[in-house]
Each structure stands twice: as C-alpha cells, then as structure tokens.
C-alpha cells in the first residue's frame, strides 16, 4: 500500500520560511517524479513544483526562486523549501507521485498540510 505523509506544515509570518516534507512508503520512490500542490481556499489545486527522477526540479514562475525542491532518495523522502513566505501562499500543501511526468497524471497524492502566511 502506497503511503504519502506530509508535514512541517503551520503559521508564520510574511517574509518567513517553511520546509514541507513528504515520507513515501509502499512504491519503488527513486523511480518517481514527487511533485507539490497547493489549494488555497475556494481556488481549484495548482501545480507548485516537482522534481523528476533524474532530479531535475520544476518550478511555477510563481515558486521560482522563492522554492526549493529535493528528494533523498535514501530516505524515500521529498522536501519542498519555501522561502520568502507571502500572504498568497497559503493553502493546504499536497505532495503526489507519478510514475510518468512532471505534468502527467499523478498516480498517489499525500493527506495535505496546511500553510498559513500571515501579514
């Protein structure tokens, strides 16, 4: 049974940083691409970043140079680094894996953890 868990979630202010986790269990997780999302409260999930296999990472021009993303791949775990917080960041954080590509359809998706930016 694939298993995504989520954390490092929470509450801080504008200008601040957060690093999300995702543990993976149950798949073969060095042959997946792991990828962030994002719903914010009445918006439809939004691609955030994802890093491929061959560790290549994906960013939105949103997220670019602001996020970064990383796999440890001995740990069977994928981090999203988020740094220079803003108000418009906040929303509930899943992470996904998907055996096929960055943009593809994503095959297992994490519980979610909730990022909130205050002002």
Known sequence: QVRLVESGGGLVQAGGSLRLSCAASGLFFSTYTMGWFRQA???EREF?????SSDSPWYTDLTKGRF????????NTAYLQMNKLEPEDTAVYYCAATAGGVRGQYDYWGQGTQVTVSS
């Open 68 to 75: 970064t993303v990383a796999r440890d791949n001995t740990k």
């Open 48 to 52: 955030v970043s994802a890093i491929s």
């Open 41 to 43: 409260p009445g918006k």
